[in-house]
């Protein structure tokens, strides 16, 4: 089991940041790749980036590209989400997702429990 709890959530005005973390327990972090989700409301989940488990790849979704990067720190056992240029339509719970290293589809098997992100305009 792993055991994944976000934090850096909050209000922000359209074209500020924000940075979230994620800090995992339980297993050999350097086993999972990492990814942030984020839910609106009414919205189905949707996937905002990955990061492999050793953060030679990373991988975005086109909605936020060249405004969002995810980094992790292996030794803090911690994956990062710094957010520039926030929008409106960037509102929603984000979660922290780890996808342990095996053959075949990246399968997210562990979620955080989310922290909400709110961009006025």
């Known amino acids: 089991q792993v055991q994944l709890v976000e934090s850096g959530g909050g209000l922000v005005q359209a074209g500020g940041s924000l940075r979230l973390s994620c800090v995992a327990s339980?297993?050999?972090?350097?086993?999972?790749?990492m990814a942030w989700f984020r839910q609106a409301p009414g919205k189905e989940r949707e996937f905002v980036a990955h990061i492999t488990w050793s953060a030679i790849g990373t991988y975005y979704a086109d909605s936020v590209k060249g405004r969002f990067t995810i980094s992790r720190d292996n030794a803090k056992n911690t994956v990062y989400l710094q957010m520039n240029s926030l929008k409106p339509g960037d509102t929603a719970i984000y979660y922290c997702?780890?996808?342990?290293?095996?053959?075949?589809?990246?399968?997210?098997?562990?979620w955080g429990q989310g922290t909400q992100v709110t961009v006025s305009s």
């Open positions: 339980g297993r050999t972090f350097n086993n999972y790749d």
């Open positions: 997702a780890a996808a342990p290293l095996r053959a075949g589809a990246t399968r997210y098997d562990y």
